[in-house]
Every structure is written in C-alpha cells, then in structure tokens.
Nanobody, 116 residues
Framework: QVRVVESGGGLVQAGETLTLSCTAS????????MAWYRQAPGEESEPVPV?????????YYADTVKGRFTISRDNAKNILYLKMNSLKPEETAVYYC????????WGPGAQVTVSS
C-alpha cells in the first residue's frame, strides 16, 4: 500500500509564500500525473485539485491559483512540491497530494492557514 505524506504547512499572513512537499512510498511519482488538492474548512466534498503535473511535466492550474502557485517534482528524490505565492485568507485549507485521478489513500494532509 502506498503511503502519502504531505509536509510544509503552517500559519502565514496574507501575501506570504509557503512551499509544501509530498512523498509517496513505495511509488515512483514521475510515472504518474500528480496533483495537489485542497479541502477548505467545513467542506464535506472530496478535495479538489488546484495544480496537476503530468507525465512529461506539463502542468495545469485552477484559475484561482494560476500565476501564483507552482507545482514541481524532484524525480531523483521522488518529492512533489507546491510553491504558493501571494497566499490569500480564502486559501486556508488542508492540502493533499495524490495521483490524478486519485489512486491512493489520502495522506494526513498539510494544514495551511492564511491570516488576513
């Protein structure tokens, strides 16, 4: 069973930058489309993808984060990243990584809290 673990969350002020990291083991993330998902407080629906990196490294961003978030991966280290610039209070959420579409059990997520 693949174990996904996100890290790097925290409390930041609006406008600041935060970078999340994700590991998945045993799983080679470069062999799949990987995504960062988020779930806002109180949301009962499944987390939604905000950034996707495909095999070949093309990317997709939700309109709400385009130009501010960057998804990347270090294939040698098998780590997925999400750099989030100019964070907004409404982006307070738990952020998860997984394949896209999701194939593995959700990890614990990374709590990101953006204060105004």
């Amino acid at each position: 069973q693949v174990r996904v673990v996100e890290s790097g969350g925290g409390l930041v002020q609006a406008g600041e930058t935060l970078t999340l990291s994700c590991t998945a083991s045993p799983f080679n993330m470069r062999l799949a489309a990987m995504a960062w998902y988020r779930q806002a407080p109180g949301e009962e629906s499944e987390p939604v993808p905000v950034a996707i990196i495909y095999i070949g490294d093309s990317t997709y961003y939700a309109d709400t984060v385009k130009g501010r978030f960057t998804i990347s991966r270090d294939n040698a280290k098998n780590i997925l990243y999400l750099k989030m610039n100019s964070l907004k209070p409404e982006e307070t959420a738990v952020y998860y990584c997984n394949t896209n579409p999701r194939q593995h059990k959700w990890g614990p997520g990374a709590q990101v809290t953006v204060s105004s």
